[in-house]
């Protein structure tokens, strides 16, 4: 199992976030999440990643024990996340972002990270834009930086937070390749959207949060058709009859 969680619990006062969430991700999969506002999805990311602490249970990546290691541990041992509200460094140039990402977060020397950056600001579509200072970019751009960021450390286990939003369908389906190329190449994938019909075409398989639980796990086509995850949908932002279109209930790998 790539990644193991066990028990998982993370509350803020008397507000519980995450309730004894048990889920385990094998190497090469590719997980879609999906879950109403407040679910707790970005704040599963946060445990996973390291940059929140849990207040029980175990994370496990490859077998080893990282419940208690640092962001930047955790990003060394592969785990690379993107945020849902991007947050470059202002002052420094889009380029720079990326490289402090391949220096620190990858741990490459000069040569290989500035080969790293350049390659993931190709893969990202911001080559172009490297030199822009990162404070002048659009949402759009910041959040392809974010994914370039990501990319730059090298992650086996990649965590994307609604990367997807806004996007016309030109670039979704340029986001879509460039996320089923990383995982061609052996890139262990969870993927947080709202945008239900963007992650069923692709997932192997989705998870429904709720309320800081799984509400339900398994085939996508299978888990947007169940009558729970339907009912917990009803009334909310999510309406599948329009979002899930029938051409894209196929799986592409
Ligand atoms: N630092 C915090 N202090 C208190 N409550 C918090 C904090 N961070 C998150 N929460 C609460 O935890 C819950 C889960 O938040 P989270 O951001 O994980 O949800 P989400 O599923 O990612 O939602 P969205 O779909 O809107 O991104 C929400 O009710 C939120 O208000
Ligand atoms: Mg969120």
Redesign the pocket.
């Known amino acids: 199992m790539l990644l193991e969680l066990t028990g998982l619990c993370k509350s803020?006062?008397k507000?519980t976030?995450i309730r004894d969430l048990d889920l385990a991700v094998k190497e090469g999969e590719f997980v879609g999440v999906i879950?109403?506002?407040?679910?707790?999805?970005?704040?599963?990311f946060?445990l996973v990643a390291g940059h929140l602490a849990c207040n029980a249970g175990r994370i496990a990546l490859s077998g080893r024990d990282v419940t208690h290691q640092r962001a930047e541990q955790r990003c060394r041992a592969g785990i690379g996340r993107t945020f849902?509200i991007p947050a470059p460094f202002q002052s420094l140039t889009v380029f720079e972002n990326v490289l402090v990402a391949a220096t620190f977060g990858a741990g490459l020397r000069p040569a290989q990270a500035t080969a790293l950056a350049v390659s993931s600001l190709q893969r990202c579509g911001l080559y172009s834009v490297g030199d822009t200072p990162a404070a002048s970019l659009s949402l759009l751009q910041r959040k392809r930086l974010e994914l370039a960021r990501a990319l730059a450390t090298q992650p086996k286990l990649l965590l994307l937070?609604?990367v997807a939003g806004g996007l016309t369908d030109r670039e979704m389906a340029e986001l879509v390749a460039l996320v089923l190329a990383l995982h061609s190449e052996g890139v262990t994938i969870i993927w947080?959207e709202?945008l239900v019909h963007a992650l069923v075409p692709v997932a192997q398989r989705l998870v429904v949060?709720t309320e800081?639980t799984v509400l339900a796990d398994g085939i996508p086509s299978h888990v947007v058709s169940d009558p729970k995850v339907r009912e917990t949908y009803l009334g909310a932002e999510l309406k599948f009859e329009e979002e899930v279109r029938p051409e894209a209930a196929h799986v592409v790998h």
């Open positions: 803020y006062g507000t976030v879950g109403p506002n407040g679910a707790g999805k970005t704040t599963l946060g849902q937070d609604e947080i709202h949060l800081g």
